[in-house]
């Protein structure tokens, strides 16, 4: 990034953050439309019953924890392969 000129610089950050609230939108629509599909089974009333609550926080929950492991993994991963740059 030194090569580029400040304009530049702000411009490839303001892509950067778009980008991730693009993936963020998607990430976040993924896991509405699976924890409401796989809980949300009762159209009879305009609450939530205590079993739909209940499905919908294990859901959310087990989602953010496996969007945190696979981060991880990927993280590990880049660390592994730009070691094996580094050492070549």
Do not use: P, Y
């Not at 998607?26 to 019953?49: I, M, N, P, Q, R």
């Not at 989602?63 to 880049?78: G, I, K, L, Y």
């Amino acid at each position: 990034m030194d090569m580029l000129t400040t304009a530049e610089q702000r411009q490839l950050e303001q892509r950067m953050q778009k980008r991730q609230v693009k993936e963020f939108m998607g990430a976040f629509g993924g896991l509405v439309e699976h924890c409401f599909t796989s809980c949300v089974d009762d159209f009879t009333s305009k609450a939530l019953s205590s079993r739909e609550n209940g499905c919908l926080s294990r859901c959310v929950h087990k989602w953010m924890a496996t969007q945190q492991r696979v981060s991880d993994r990927f993280q590990e991963h880049n660390a592994q392969i730009t070691q094996q740059l580094q050492t070549k």
